[in-house]
């Protein structure tokens, strides 16, 4: 039987092969070291590992979420490469090989492979370079139980090092997303999994954000017109209004990239301004913006901390500026042609510092943009549905937003790189997300 | 006999006015005179009836008198509540006053200056189609936008606080414009003061 799906694999595998394009092939012939080249993603399979299937697939579709490599599938069973299974299902003899059949897995159109090797607590992972025949990386993790409560994690930082070893630079997957879902902060897992709530069910929540160590988020506890804003300690469950924000409706706070500052809007009576607070003194709350007749909101921070972008009304309907941290030089960011242009709002820095993500409102429809800090150039990311309210991944590529695509509100990951998007979650109606930076 | 019968009728309308107009008289007329013929005591009873009756239609000219008082009252508050609880509608991202709805904000000044006890929580609302953060922001202005209106015809701004839900409460789950025009609005809640609620002048 496993002889059968294995023959049945090579066939498929061989008109894949054909199917990928010239240059790709004749790369492949020639590599004589570990390269990787943005644009032609080269294909990896993750090896049977023995004992070790729920891992082996987390990490499979982790590798696959990045979006860097093509994935290749081995048909489930026995490891092809380092078990024999006798007729009529007897015992079996596993040696524990080393040594793939390397041909075997080029022949599944495979660059790299994976191998996972247990069992656990302490993990080997191996990087096989196909071409090469040889094994490129080699690291042992220590990986709890499957039920355990870090295991998901776990896989997760095995899989971003896989992703480190081969481009430079670490996955994605050892993240997660927060967001509002029946007025409840959720979290889940970069891969979809995993979803928890984190606040009651008795208050009611809204614009969740990380710290950047990922130990805190703040997020507003709106009450009835009003709203708090709440640090919320994650591994303990304590929590701490911030002093002076129970009297007004305070809203979209973000941690300053350094931890040590939240910056916020608040609306009174006097409108809507941005304000920080120190969080680690507990202390100090300062006045950016003075709006009068304006409104000034949803502040993001470069990832040097030093500016912040925001949304205010100034000119009239909202769109995107930029000033310094204590709200000097106050400046247009995302041009716009005035009284042709939408609505533009949800400003969230990239990691890198290179794009600030927003949504603008275009023929009624509110779709995603990419503002170019560099050159300040503005394009369109999305067409499809209404999106909004992007936030990016560790890697400063991927996206997460909420999308109607599929009917109702839902988030999505799209890759700005690519433009492959999946969708994140399915149930409910889901809004207002924030992605982590990576977590340890 | 029409002596007597005025007689009677006094006591009855006193004994009305002694039990506080909720009864009837219980007790009997004066004691007849040992005189009396048989004709004068038909006649005293029908009297001592015709009295009774006539007591219970004048007390019940007055419940209704005291009932359509309080009816009108009543309705004269609701019409009241109802005009300084009567909502404003906006167009589309934005929190200007449109010219359909001063009339009503000019109502709530009037009935505000006459009610100096009354204190109003203006509450914006927005529709789903912007921004859910912007939105908050936005409501914010559509209540203060309201809030100046009124501090603009006299009212104490004291006496009106401002709370913004955004598009956290549509008071219409649909997704097109009628649905929008109907959730892009101020909502007027009574704080205090409602109890003794007077008519402008």
């Known amino acids: ?440 | 006999m029409s002596l007597s019968f005025r007689s009677l009728l006094v006591a009855a309308v006193a004994a009305v006015a002694a039990c506080g107009g909720k009864q009837p008289p219980e007790q009997p007329a004066p004691a007849p005179a040992p005189t009396a013929q048989p004709d004068d005591q038909a006649a005293r009873d029908k009297a001592r009836a015709d009295s009774i009756e006539a007591a219970r239609r004048a007390q019940a000219e007055r419940d209704k008198a005291a009932a359509d008082a309080a009816a009108k009252a009543a309705a004269l508050k609701a019409s009241l509540m109802q005009d300084l609880t009567a909502m404003i509608h906006f167009d589309f991202d934005k929190s200007d006053i449109k010219t359909d709805d001063e009339s009503n904000l000019n109502r709530k000044a009037a009935i505000l200056a006459s009610n100096s006890a009354v204190h109003v929580r203006v509450a914006g609302h927005c529709d789903e189609r912007g921004s859910d953060e912007y939105n908050l922001a936005l409501g914010n202005r559509r209540a203060a936008s309201a809030k100046r209106y009124l501090v603009g015809k006299g009212v104490d701004g004291s006496r009106i606080e401002t709370v913004s839900f955004g598009e956290e409460r549509p008071i219409d789950p649909g997704h097109d414009e009628t649905a929008w025009a109907k959730n892009r609005r101020d909502e007027f809640d009574l704080t205090s003061g409602v109890d003794n609620l007077v008519a402008p002048r």
């Open chain 1, 1 to 440: 039987m496993t002889r059968r799906l294995l023959l049945l694999a090579l066939l498929l595998a061989g008109n894949r092969a054909q199917a990928q394009d010239t240059t790709k092939a004749v790369d492949r012939g020639v590599r004589i070291g570990l390269t990787y080249e943005p644009g032609i993603r080269p294909s990896i399979v993750v090896l049977p590992a023995r004992g070790l299937d729920s891992a082996k697939s987390i990490l499979a579709r982790d590798l696959d979420y990045s979006d860097r490599f093509e994935v290749v599938s081995v048909p489930p069973g026995d490891s092809v490469a380092t078990t024999l299974s006798l007729p009529g299902g007897g015992a079996r003899v596993t040696p524990q090989s080393t040594t793939p059949n390397y041909g075997l897995y080029r022949a599944f159109g495979a660059d790299y492979g994976v191998e996972l090797v247990g069992p656990e607590p302490v993990v080997t992972v191996r990087l096989h370079d196909l071409a090469a025949s040889l094994v490129r990386q080699e690291e042992k993790f220590t990986l709890p139980a499957p039920n355990a409560p870090g295991f998901r994690m776990a896989v997760h930082r095995i899989s971003d090092q896989v992703v480190r070893w081969i481009t430079g630079t670490p996955g994605i997957a050892a993240s997660r997303i927060l967001f509002v879902s029946n007025k409840r902060v959720h979290r889940v897992d970069s891969d979809g999994v995993d979803l928890q709530p984190l606040t009651g069910e008795t208050e009611e929540a809204l614009s969740p954000a990380w710290s950047p160590d990922g130990s805190k988020m703040v997020y507003t506890q709106f009450n009835a017109g009003r709203g708090a804003l709440v640090v919320l300690t994650l591994a303990t469950g304590q929590r701490a209004t911030v002093p002076g924000t129970t009297a007004d409706l305070n809203i979209t706070p973000v941690f300053s990239p350094d931890g040590k500052n939240l910056a916020f809007a608040r609306s009174n009576e006097e409108g809507t301004d941005i304000f920080t607070f120190n969080v680690g003194d507990w202390c100090c709350p300062l006045r950016l913006t003075v709006g009068r007749f304006a409104d000034n909101l949803s502040p993001t921070y470069a990832p040097d901390g030093r500016r912040i972008a925001f949304v205010s009304t100034r000119a009239g309907l909202p769109q995107i500026y930029v000033m310094d941290n204590d709200g000097a030089d106050q400046e247009l960011f995302a041009p716009f042609d005035y009284g042709v242009t939408g609505s533009s709002n949800a400003p969230e820095w990239s990691p890198d510092g290179a794009m600030v993500v927003f949504h603008r409102e275009v023929s009624k429809v509110l779709q995603l943009f990419l503002l170019e800090v560099a050159g300040r150039r503005v394009r369109q990311l999305t067409s499809t549905g209404r999106n909004e309210d992007a936030t990016w991944a560790p890697d400063g590529r991927h996206l997460a937003f909420v999308s109607d695509r599929s009917g109702r509100r839902q988030l999505w990951v799209i890759d700005t790189e690519s433009g492959r998007i999946r969708q994140l979650t399915t149930t409910g109606i889901a809004r207002l997300p924030a992605w982590s930076r990576r977590l340890q």
